[in-house]
């Protein structure tokens, strides 16, 4: 069986990273277009910064849980029967590493690299950020921002995902609004392909009636659940 599974800030958020639209949610607390646009990182690169460096503490915090580690033991039981995962996070963090998933593909970028805008080396970073940062390769400062896709900018690998999602039996959404695009019409290009489409989600996403099967809770519950049944073969 070749599964695609898309995952959102719910995955992450019973290891105590805020998801951005529940109540309380980052983007309850922190305006968007002052803090995740290139124009903001123009006008106030110290603030970007100051709200990345938090999000990046909390993330060197914080612990896999069990739906991390569900899709990691997934990945390798269908490889072990010749078929495959394609995990697509729309997560910056690397929790999904952590509990053991060989293949990540992070369509938003990611918290622990920092991108050099002047010679355009990306690098692995586990520190704080600032304007007067040098950039290792080219010792150039002023240019260092979190290596993470900001509104505005082009989601990593859109043509890669496609395909892949074209090559799958099943689509999964986890822990995903369904409310950022374009993560949010790849549900509709699985359908269009005649995959078969799950939502696991705490609660109905915004896109709830596009799926073929829905299961609500947490996903620390529903998503180990949900990939023994897809190893059992009742899913
Ligand atoms: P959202 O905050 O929009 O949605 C998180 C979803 O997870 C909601 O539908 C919650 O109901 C659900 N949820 C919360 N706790 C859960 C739990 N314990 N188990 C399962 N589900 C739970 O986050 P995303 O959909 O990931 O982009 O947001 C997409 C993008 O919007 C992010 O990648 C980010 C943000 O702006 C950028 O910054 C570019």
Not at 33 to 51: G, I, N, Q, S, Y
Not at 186 to 196: L, N, Q, W
Request: with cysteine; charged share 25%.
């Amino acid at each position: 069986m070749r599964v695609f599974v898309l995952t959102g800030a719910g995955v992450s958020a019973e290891s105590g990273l805020g998801t951005f639209r529940d109540p309380g949610g980052i983007w309850e607390r922190f305006d968007p277009m002052k803090l995740a646009t290139p124009e903001a990182f123009a006008a106030d690169p110290e603030r970007v910064h100051d709200f990345y460096n938090m999000r990046r503490r909390d993330l060197l915090a914080s612990r896999p849980n069990a739906a991390h580690e569900a899709l990691a033991g997934l990945e390798a039981g269908l490889a072990a029967r010749g078929g495959r995962l394609w995990l697509c996070t729309q997560n910056i963090d690397d929790l999904h590493e952590r509990a053991g998933s060989a293949f990540v593909h992070h369509m938003h970028g990611e918290l622990l690299k920092a991108r050099c805008t002047a010679c355009g080396a990306v690098h692995a970073w586990r520190e704080d950020l600032a304007l007067a940062t040098p950039c290792p390769g080219c010792g150039r400062s002023g240019g260092m921002r979190p290596d993470v896709v900001w509104f505005g900018e082009m989601p990593v690998g859109l043509e890669a995902i496609e395909d892949a999602i074209a090559e799958s039996d099943l689509f999964v959404a986890i822990g995903t609004s369904g409310s950022v695009w374009p993560a949010a019409g790849f549900v509709e290009i699985a359908r269009g392909c005649g995959v078969r489409t799950a939502e696991l989600n705490l609660e109905p996403s915004d896109n709830a009636r596009m799926f073929d099967e829905r299961r609500y809770g947490k996903a620390s519950d529903v998503v180990p659940a949900f990939v023994d049944g897809i190893m059992s073969g009742s899913v």
